[in-house]
């Protein structure tokens, strides 16, 4: 981060933190509050563990198109032959688990006979891209909105607080469904290429229109204490302009709950997606998402477990390991809080 | 017949030994004449589980197959219907039901007559008359009550206006009226038609559809009627029809058995619970507990459900072939190129698709568009290549074209299911390996009224058709003719927006020809002109695989009901 934030951090933070141990206050002088709460992380096993885990669905959802543009996955050939499926059983593969072996160590999709591993892999690539873009939404408008509505307060604040009630009030889902047909043929209309990103497009900024408004609340909230603090008047008595004050002076004091909010909002969004797939909104196969994949995956729990398993496996872990690691960073910039 | 306007995954039927042998005692053809067997039990009630709600019970303007069958062998009867029989030749000829026989025709089949029978009520106790029967038809010239075929103002010899329309508006506005009692007349109990060209198959029309049933006027409401049933047949409509959660037809007092040799009608009650899922249907099927033990669908077992039909559920399951076949349809307003077509042709995988959608007990590879049951049925010459697809041919044409390669290609498909989308991505593969770009393009919610805009942008669609009775007169012209397809806002069944004037005058003569068998021939030739200019891409013939509960009995399912399940033979076991 850039050195004005951690110096407005340790500004505002000094008076909260002390340690009732001896020791630890020995070996943190001299520390600034973001070392603190890296120490205090890395002492915390399980926010360690899921960090790791989500470090690395992280790089392999980087790494995954890159993989397969140079062959290494293959998620689009199909193996419909006799060999690979038991045609008459209704396209099951054939083999232990599913059609697992060393080629294709997940197995096959039923039907079709594609890759399980390499769909997977690349379904966590557009599943975190949407998760993530839909979270930048939601925070980059929630942030706005609720540093205006805090620090202007009056007549905006009111109106900003009833749109949060409208916002909160729309069955989102009934919406998601219904305005999907007509919303993404307008992002055609407009220039959006149809088909993956039109879809994706739309579910992300569906997601995130609908999910800023928890996020305006709190960041309303904060501002609203810290803008009675000194260096706020004094910034306020030198002339500051309005943008400095909200983006320079708010803005960096914002980034731990901030943060807190970004890894917690991101698996609810994994699975939102997830859902939105089972529904018929979203990107559509045969590009993968770790929703559309569950949706197929559905119907074959029974004849075929591992397929409809590993998914549903996947999807399971990611959104456990952003909560735990969530919570380890809440945990650990506000000890306060969790104890 | 359409086989569906909104997405569907059933598909059907054949081999009747199995359903025969899944009858089990009792169910063979000898029963006839509605002996109470031990598989003919009186009684009970039974349950129809299905997904698709019924758009209309109105008989003018119900015109998809199943509801069809289903009101056919219980609340409404014609001149004419097929025999309950589990034999597939006697099934398909059309015995006399309201009339003393089958109809005489004149020596052009131009004209029709039938007498009505004797003591054949409606269900408030009033006799059917002839009138009735002249009713019904004019109904099918009223504007306001679509949904329906329109061959009885294709065929009745009532003069048109120059844009093609009757000139008779139907018994609302009474238009023309005169015109009509001329093509339809009643002497006493006989009714005659009149028609405006050789109509050899007319009671296989009568037989398939509901267009020429008889109505009794003082029950019409018009556009209201559409969920109404005023019966004639064994059963009738207990209150009123739920649009969303289906009805029950309860027995009709007023049917006399001794009028009516064809419907066996066992159960006391017949309960239709749609809207829902395969998935849940099957799994209900599966089970077979409580009352799902008497319960028959018409949704297909899907694929991830086979490895449960085993032992004693399998002898619960019938698998038959089905009159619908698929197809894809090149856009002639975009891939104007022989060659293009032709490679497009040569590299269509509908094996791949067929195992997507479940394999062999799925569908099964097709030749043409006409179904094999068909007089005149021949696989289609030009479709020559593997069913796999022959992606060296393909690519050799594709390069002989003089197009830019990759060329472009928008696959719009009904989608919006897993096993559709595989599907799509079957047919992709090869479409790719011989040298296209493919985009896939799948539509969930509204399919063919996106299809069918002449500006429909995809390069290819794919669709389903099922004939309206077993003529390749109701699969070609229907889906071809340009005359009565193509308008400015819609292209209508023609959705490649295909235009031949050979064709067309094809279609004329073969119309016109009164001889069933050179007709087949006349059809035959159209469909190998068709191919020639790649006007269609035969894929498959679906199957139909259905579960049924282990208390039913005498199931069965023939062409006599398109294949699905006969409520002309089944009983519920107590």
Same mark, same amino acid.
């Given at each position: 981060?850039?050195?004005?934030?951690?110096?407005?951090?340790?500004?505002?933070?000094?008076?909260?933190?002390?340690?009732?141990?001896?020791?630890?206050?020995?070996?943190?002088?001299?520390?600034?509050?973001?070392?603190?709460?890296?120490?205090?992380?890395?002492?915390?096993?399980?926010?360690?563990? *899921?960090? !790791?885990?989500? /470090?690395?669905?992280?790089? =392999? #959802?980087?790494?995954?198109? &890159?993989?397969?543009?140079? $062959?290494?996955?293959?998620?689009?050939?199909?193996?419909?032959?006799?060999?690979?499926?038991?045609?008459?059983?209704?396209?099951?593969?054939?083999?232990?688990?599913?059609?697992?072996?060393?080629?294709?160590?997940?197995?096959?999709?039923?039907?079709?006979?594609?890759?399980?591993?390499?769909?997977?892999?690349?379904?966590?690539?557009?599943?975190? *891209?949407? !998760?993530?873009? /839909?979270?930048?939404?939601? =925070? #980059?408008?929630?942030?706005? &909105?609720?540093?205006?509505? $805090?620090?202007?307060?009056?007549?905006?604040?009111?109106?900003?607080?009833?749109?949060?009630?409208?916002?909160?009030?729309?069955?989102?889902?009934?919406?998601?469904?219904?305005?999907?047909?007509?919303?993404?043929?307008?992002?055609?209309?407009?220039?959006?290429?149809?088909?993956?990103?039109?879809?994706?497009?739309?579910?992300?900024?569906?997601?995130?229109?609908?999910?800023?408004?928890?996020?305006?609340?709190?960041?309303?909230?904060?501002? &609203?204490?810290?803008?009675?603090?000194?260096?706020?008047?004094?910034?306020?008595?030198?002339?500051?302009?309005?943008?400095?004050?909200?983006?320079?002076?708010?803005?960096?004091?914002?980034?731990?709950?901030?943060?807190?909010?970004?890894?917690?909002?991101?698996?609810?969004?994994?699975?939102?997606?997830?859902?939105?797939?089972?529904?018929?909104?979203?990107?559509?196969?045969?590009?993968?998402?770790?929703?559309?994949?569950?949706?197929?995956?559905?119907?074959?729990?029974?004849?075929?477990?591992?397929?409809?398993?590993?998914?549903?496996?996947?999807?399971?872990?990611?959104?456990?390991?952003?909560?735990?690691?969530?919570?380890?960073?809440?945990?650990?910039?506000?000890?306060?809080?969790?104890? | 017949?359409?086989?569906?306007?909104?997405?569907?995954?059933?598909?059907?039927?054949?081999?009747?030994?199995?359903?025969?042998?899944?009858?089990?005692?009792?169910?063979?053809?000898?029963?006839?004449?509605?002996?109470?067997?031990?598989?003919?039990?009186?009684?009970?009630?039974?349950?129809?589980?299905?997904?698709?709600?019924?758009?209309?019970?109105?008989?003018?303007?119900?015109?998809?197959?199943?509801?069809?069958?289903?009101?056919?062998?219980?609340?409404?009867?014609?001149?004419?219907?097929?025999?309950?029989?589990?034999?597939?030749?006697?099934?398909?000829?059309?015995?006399?039901?309201?009339?003393?026989?089958?109809?005489?025709?004149?020596?052009?089949?131009?004209?029709?007559?039938?007498?009505?029978?004797?003591?054949?009520?409606?269900?408030?106790?009033?006799?059917?008359?002839?009138?009735?029967?002249?009713?019904?038809?004019?109904?099918?010239?009223?504007?306001?009550?679509?949904?329906?075929?329109?061959?009885?103002?294709?065929?009745?010899?009532?003069?048109?206006?120059?844009?093609?329309?009757?000139?008779?508006?139907?018994?609302?506005?009474?238009?023309?009226?005169?015109?009509?009692?001329?093509?339809?007349?009643?002497?006493?109990?006989?009714?005659?038609?009149?028609?405006?060209?050789?109509?050899?198959?007319?009671?296989?029309?009568?037989?398939?559809?509901?267009?020429?049933?008889?109505?009794?006027?003082?029950?019409?409401?018009?556009?209201?009627?559409?969920?109404?049933?005023?019966?004639?047949?064994?059963?009738?409509?207990?209150?009123?029809?739920?649009?969303?959660?289906?009805?029950?037809?309860?027995?009709?007092?007023?049917?006399?058995?001794?009028?009516?040799?064809?419907?066996?009608?066992?159960?006391?009650?017949?309960?239709?619970?749609?809207?829902?899922?395969?998935?849940?249907?099957?799994?209900?099927?599966?089970?077979?507990?409580?009352?799902?033990?008497?319960?028959?669908?018409?949704?297909?077992?899907?694929?991830?459900?086979?490895?449960?039909?085993?032992?004693?559920?399998?002898?619960?399951?019938?698998?038959?072939?089905?009159?619908?076949?698929?197809?894809?349809?090149?856009?002639?307003?975009?891939?104007?190129?022989?060659?293009?077509?032709?490679?497009?042709?040569?590299?269509?995988?509908?094996?791949?698709?067929?195992?997507?959608?479940?394999?062999?007990?799925?569908?099964?590879?097709?030749?043409?568009?006409?179904?094999?049951?068909?007089?005149?049925?021949?696989?289609?010459?030009?479709?020559?290549?593997?069913?796999?697809?022959?992606?060296?041919?393909?690519?050799?044409?594709?390069?002989?074209?003089?197009?830019?390669?990759?060329?472009?290609?928008?696959?719009?498909?009904?989608?919006?299911?897993?096993?559709?989308?595989?599907?799509?991505?079957?047919?992709?593969?090869?479409?790719?390996?011989?040298?296209?770009?493919?985009?896939?393009?799948?539509?969930?919610?509204?399919?063919?009224?996106?299809?069918?805009?002449?500006?429909?942008?995809?390069?290819?669609?794919?669709?389903?058709?099922?004939?309206?009775?077993?003529?390749?007169?109701?699969?070609?012209?229907?889906?071809?003719?340009?005359?009565?397809?193509?308008?400015?806002?819609?292209?209508?069944?023609?959705?490649?927006?295909?235009?031949?004037?050979?064709?067309?005058?094809?279609?004329?003569?073969?119309?016109?020809?009164?001889?069933?068998?050179?007709?087949?021939?006349?059809?035959?030739?159209?469909?190998?002109?068709?191919?020639?200019?790649?006007?269609?891409?035969?894929?498959?013939?679906?199957?139909?695989?259905?579960?049924?509960?282990?208390?039913?009995?005498?199931?069965?399912?023939?062409?006599?009901?398109?294949?699905?399940?006969?409520?002309?033979?089944?009983?519920?076991?107590?």
């Amino acid at each position: 981060m850039t050195s004005p934030a951690s110096e407005l951090e340790s500004h505002t933070r000094t008076s909260g933190d002390h340690s009732p141990d001896g020791t630890a206050v020995e070996q943190i002088a001299g520390r600034s509050p973001t070392q603190l709460a890296m120490f205090r992380f890395r002492k915390d096993k399980l926010s360690m563990a *899921a960090f !790791a885990i989500v /470090a690395f669905y992280l790089i =392999v #959802g980087i790494l995954a198109p &890159l993989m397969v543009k140079f $062959g290494v996955l293959d998620p689009f050939t199909n193996h419909s032959s006799a060999k690979f499926l038991d045609i008459e059983g209704g396209g099951i593969p054939k083999g232990f688990l599913g059609g697992v072996s060393l080629s294709h160590p997940l197995g096959l999709e039923p039907g079709i006979g594609r890759d399980v591993l390499s769909r997977l892999v690349l379904g966590i690539t557009t599943s975190l *891209a949407i !998760a993530l873009a /839909a979270t930048i939404v939601a =925070v #980059g408008v929630g942030t706005v &909105l609720g540093i205006v509505s $805090g620090f202007v307060g009056g007549f905006v604040d009111a109106t900003i607080g009833r749109l949060i009630d409208l916002t909160l009030s729309f069955p989102q889902t009934l919406m998601l469904l219904s305005l999907s047909g007509l919303a993404v043929a307008t992002l055609i209309k407009i220039g959006v290429p149809a088909g993956d990103l039109a879809n994706g497009i739309y579910v992300t900024f569906v997601l995130g229109l609908f999910g800023w408004p928890p996020i305006a609340r709190i960041v309303r909230g904060q501002v &609203l204490s810290i803008r009675e603090r000194e260096f706020i008047e004094a910034a306020r008595l030198m002339g500051a302009p309005r943008r400095r004050m909200y983006f320079k002076e708010v803005l960096p004091n914002l980034w731990a709950p901030l943060l807190v909010y970004f890894t917690l909002t991101m698996p609810a969004y994994i699975s939102a997606e997830a859902a939105l797939s089972f529904l018929g909104v979203g990107v559509k196969p045969p590009t993968p998402t770790l929703g559309n994949i569950l949706t197929d995956s559905i119907t074959y729990s029974q004849a075929d477990f591992f397929f409809f398993f590993i998914p549903a496996f996947l999807i399971a872990v990611i959104v456990v390991s952003f909560n735990l690691l969530g919570d380890g960073i809440r945990d650990a910039l506000d000890p306060r809080g969790a104890r | 017949m359409v086989i569906s306007r909104k997405p569907v995954a059933a598909l059907a039927v054949s081999a009747l030994l199995l359903s025969v042998a899944a009858c089990g005692g009792g169910s063979s053809s000898s029963g006839k004449g509605g002996n109470d067997t031990a598989a003919g039990t009186k009684g009970g009630t039974l349950y129809y589980l299905t997904k698709r709600p019924t758009e209309h019970l109105d008989p003018t303007r119900t015109y998809i197959g199943r509801d069809i069958v289903d009101l056919n062998r219980t609340v409404y009867r014609s001149w004419v219907n097929y025999p309950v029989t589990s034999d597939d030749k006697a099934a398909a000829v059309p015995v006399a039901d309201l009339a003393t026989d089958t109809g005489t025709a004149n020596s052009t089949n131009t004209q029709w007559s039938f007498t009505l029978k004797d003591g054949v009520k409606w269900q408030d106790g009033s006799a059917i008359t002839c009138e009735d029967f002249k009713y019904g038809v004019s109904r099918n010239f009223a504007t306001n009550l679509d949904g329906g075929p329109k061959y009885a103002v294709d065929y009745l010899d009532v003069p048109k206006n120059k844009d093609g329309t009757s000139t008779y508006q139907g018994p609302f506005k009474k238009t023309g009226q005169a015109a009509f009692d001329k093509a339809v007349s009643c002497k006493g109990n006989t009714i005659t038609y009149k028609f405006n060209k050789p109509f050899p198959d007319f009671p296989l029309a009568i037989a398939s559809l509901l267009i020429f049933n008889p109505f009794k006027q003082s029950q019409d409401q018009g556009e209201k009627s559409n969920y109404a049933i005023f019966a004639n047949g064994p059963y009738k409509l207990q209150g009123k029809w739920n649009t969303t959660s289906g009805g029950t037809f309860v027995r009709n007092s007023q049917w006399d058995s001794k009028t009516d040799t064809i419907r066996k009608a066992l159960p006391d009650q017949i309960v239709f619970t749609q809207g829902l899922t395969n998935e849940v249907i099957n799994q209900r099927l599966i089970s077979d507990s409580g009352k799902d033990q008497a319960a028959i669908t018409d949704r297909a077992i899907p694929p991830a459900f086979y490895s449960q039909i085993t032992g004693l559920v399998q002898k619960r399951s019938t698998l038959t072939d089905s009159p619908f076949v698929f197809y894809l349809t090149p856009n002639f307003n975009r891939m104007k190129n022989l060659k293009v077509r032709q490679a497009l042709m040569a590299a269509t995988n509908a094996v791949g698709q067929i195992t997507a959608e479940g394999g062999s007990k799925a569908a099964k590879p097709a030749k043409t568009l006409i179904n094999p049951t068909l007089v005149g049925y021949t696989p289609n010459p030009n479709f020559k290549y593997s069913a796999s697809g022959d992606v060296a041919a393909a690519k050799k044409l594709l390069q002989s074209s003089g197009e830019k390669l990759p060329y472009p290609l928008k696959y719009t498909y009904q989608g919006g299911t897993p096993t559709s989308d595989k599907a799509a991505s079957a047919l992709a593969a090869t479409w790719k390996a011989a040298g296209f770009k493919v985009t896939l393009d799948p539509l969930a919610d509204t399919y063919y009224s996106v299809i069918n805009k002449p500006t429909a942008d995809g390069d290819v669609f794919n669709a389903g058709w099922g004939p309206d009775w077993p003529s390749s007169k109701t699969v070609l012209p229907p889906l071809f003719d340009s005359r009565t397809n193509l308008t400015a806002d819609s292209n209508n069944s023609d959705y490649g927006n295909y235009r031949s004037d050979a064709v067309n005058k094809m279609i004329d003569a073969a119309a016109n020809e009164p001889d069933l068998q050179k007709q087949g021939a006349d059809y035959a030739a159209i469909d190998d002109k068709l191919g020639k200019d790649v006007a269609y891409i035969p894929l498959e013939i679906q199957r139909f695989y259905f579960l049924h509960g282990s208390k039913i009995t005498g199931y069965q399912s023939g062409p006599a009901t398109t294949y699905f399940a006969d409520l002309g033979s089944i009983g519920v076991a107590k």
